[in-house]
């Protein structure tokens, strides 16, 4: 089983201290909701943005968005052996339910983040398919008792595809913990990293984090032969 955590999502409202800017209230107008309930996001909300704390690294839903397209479609997921998770910001965790089918149109997937992140949950009735959860990332990591903990990052170890499936097991009841960062610009936290054992980068530069969980969830799949054991089930 694969645990895949998008970490320090760029997922978030428009915060107080800029929603009564004539940008957000525009914004908003438009929307037809309050400031408080919109999703933060640089395309429309860059230059209040400015005055916000680290707002380099905020204000990016479509990381998120792409890098859930990517993961939730995949044979893997389609078999019940991944497992996601994001966790925001703020230190809080949303549970992705491996069933959920997101909307493909990009505006209705904000409509939907937008209430997951005012009510904590989507729906707000009935089994979730997304929820926040009373756990923080090294209680998440402690609990899922993984054997394996990896994470993607600039500074990891220099790592061929062919050295990434070294590193997984090809066991599928052996869990495995794998973060990748979900945020344009900065650093992850010395506290973050320090959570997962192997840290490892698959190019000199830096990947985009959809194509990242892309590489990673294939490699595994290989390992574990996910792929092979669908064609022989027909």
């Known amino acids: 089983m694969l645990h895949l955590i998008l970490l320090d999502c760029a997922l978030e409202l428009v915060p107080s201290e800029i929603s009564s800017m004539k940008q957000i ?28 704390s680290e707002h380099e690294r905020r204000g990016r839903p479509d990381i998120t968005y792409l890098s859930l397209m990517s993961i939730l479609e995949t044979p893997l997921c389609k078999e019940g052996l991944l497992r996601v998770y994001l966790h925001l910001q703020d230190g809080r965790i949303v549970e992705v339910n491996s069933e959920v089918r997101l909307p493909r149109n990009y505006d209705r997937f904000v409509g939907l983040v937008e209430q997951l992140l005012y009510t904590g949950r989507v729906p707000p009735k009935g089994d979730p398919l997304l929820q926040i959860i009373d756990k923080t990332l090294d209680a998440l990591i402690s609990d899922l008792k993984a054997e394996y903990t990896l994470l993607a990052v600039e500074e990891g170890q220099e790592t061929t595809i062919e050295g990434l499936a070294g590193l997984l097991p090809s066991d599928v009841s052996v869990p495995v913990i794998a973060g990748v960062g979900a945020f344009p610009h900065g650093a992850m936290s010395d506290s973050t990293v320090e959570l997962f054992e192997h840290k490892f980068a698959l190019d000199k530069e830096v990947m985009m984090t959809w194509h990242v969980c892309s590489e990673l969830l294939w490699v595994y799949s290989l390992s574990v032969g996910v792929v092979k054991n669908r064609f022989s089930s027909t």
């Open 25 to 52: 209230q525009k914004h908003a107008s438009r929307r037809g909701k309050k400031p408080n309930e919109l999703l933060l996001d640089q395309t429309f909300h860059g230059q209040a943005m400015t005055k916000l």
